[in-house]
């Protein structure tokens, strides 16, 4: 998995020196670079190795997705949304540059991960089939819907099927995306795979409001007790403490069921369970 990350690192470097100098070419390898646990480009590659794939063949559609999600928590940060200060440890994009030079950073991101994929050298049905999975799954359908609930209940209380809803889409659609995205290339158990990423996602979502009333902002990397702040319904906020942690450990017995039902090496999805189970930001 380190060596997974460094690769990763290693060719987004490489793609973000392509586009035009200036401040939005900056603004983006700052956001970008800023670190990051490069979960979702991690989980295409694992489990394409998982199967018995190279998975360096892939490492394009790999950055293409990680930069989706630097690209959503750019636009995240705004004044508009979260008005967050810190991010990866650093200043929000917004807050090293200014705010337009962060609003276009995050739609440079978005269309270039359009075009890694499509200039990849992988065959040309795949950069269809990934790339429209990838941007079905980011979309208004997707992603960016579950930011919009995901505001609309920052002034309303969500029960707890709302609340799932919420980030079923917000959190859920781009983790389970690179698992089923794997499930394309490989030709078999996509819906399987669908699925372990949409339990994952909701576990790695109810971790997130765990860590933000248990966790500081130097751990965190970004401004602990946000959500509090700007009136999230949260699981913490509906559940409590102790029952957000008891379904997180369920979700997380949950993906250990639905990776021993897959035909791949189970070894390798286990060790990335194991590493999103312990994280601490």
């Excluded at 928590?73 to 990866?88: F, T």
């Excluded at 979309?139 to 919009?148: E, P, R």
């Amino acid at each position: 998995m380190k060596q997974m990350i460094e690769e990763i690192n290693s060719h987004l470097e490489i793609l973000l020196n392509k586009p035009k100098d200036g401040a939005v070419k900056e603004a983006m390898k700052y956001s970008v670079m800023a670190g990051g646990k490069r979960l979702r480009p991690v989980l295409l590659l694992s489990a394409l190795k998982a199967y018995g794939y190279p998975y360096q063949e892939y490492l394009d559609v790999a950055c293409a997705i990680e930069m989706i999600h630097t690209y959503s928590l750019i636009h995240d940060d705004l004044p508009a949304m979260d008005n967050d200060d810190l991010r990866r440890g650093r200043p929000t994009c917004h807050k090293q540059f200014d705010e337009a030079t962060a609003i276009l950073a995050g739609d440079g991101l978005l269309n270039e991960a359009m075009n890694v994929i499509m200039q990849s050298s992988i065959e040309d049905h795949l950069k269809v089939q990934l790339a429209s999975l990838l941007f079905k799954s980011s979309g208004a359908s997707g992603m960016i819907y579950g930011q919009q609930q995901d505001m609309y209940y920052e002034n309303h209380q969500a029960s707890l099927k709302e609340l799932e809803d919420i980030h079923h889409y917000k959190t859920g659609c781009l983790i389970a995306a690179p698992l089923e995205m794997a499930g394309i290339v490989v030709g078999k158990e996509q819906e399987a795979l669908r699925t372990l990423g949409f339990h994952l996602g909701l576990a790695f979502q109810i971790q997130d409001d765990i860590l933000d009333v248990t966790s500081d902002s130097a751990t965190l990397g970004k401004t602990a007790g946000s959500d509090i702040e700007n009136g999230k319904s949260t699981y913490v906020s509906l559940l409590g403490l102790e029952k957000s942690r008891e379904y997180a450990n369920e979700l997380f017995k949950q993906c250990l069921e639905d990776i021993y039902g897959m035909t791949c090496n189970h070894g390798i999805m286990i060790d990335l369970l194991e590493k999103v189970i312990k994280r601490v930001n």
